[in-house]
């Protein structure tokens, strides 16, 4: 089993915003006050250089999991 510092802190980092965003029920500001942390940092850890749109979030592509 290979083993990759970087990437399982990424996974483990993805795994905990996904939980505070479904914790606030995908409320950005409440889950950023959950964890401690900011906007940008939350959209870095999933992968997003921006917060979704508002037609991005119709289409099922936004932070909804």
Same mark, same amino acid.
Request: no cysteine.
């Given at each position: 089993?290979?083993?990759?510092?970087?990437?399982?802190?990424?996974?483990?980092?993805?795994?905990?915003?996904?939980?505070?965003?479904?914790?606030?029920?995908?409320?950005?500001?409440?889950? /950023?006050?959950?964890?401690? /942390?900011?906007?940008?940092?939350?959209?870095?850890?999933?992968?997003?250089?921006?917060?979704? &749109?508002?037609?991005?979030?119709?289409?099922? /592509?936004? &932070?909804? /999991?």
């Amino acid at each position: 089993l290979p083993l990759n510092l970087d990437q399982a802190i990424e996974e483990a980092e993805r795994r905990v915003v996904k939980q505070a965003l479904e914790l606030s029920a995908g409320n950005v500001s409440a889950a /950023t006050r959950l964890l401690g /942390t900011n906007r940008n940092r939350l959209y870095r850890i999933l992968g997003q250089d921006k917060p979704p &749109t508002a037609a991005s979030d119709e289409e099922g /592509t936004g &932070t909804d /999991t």
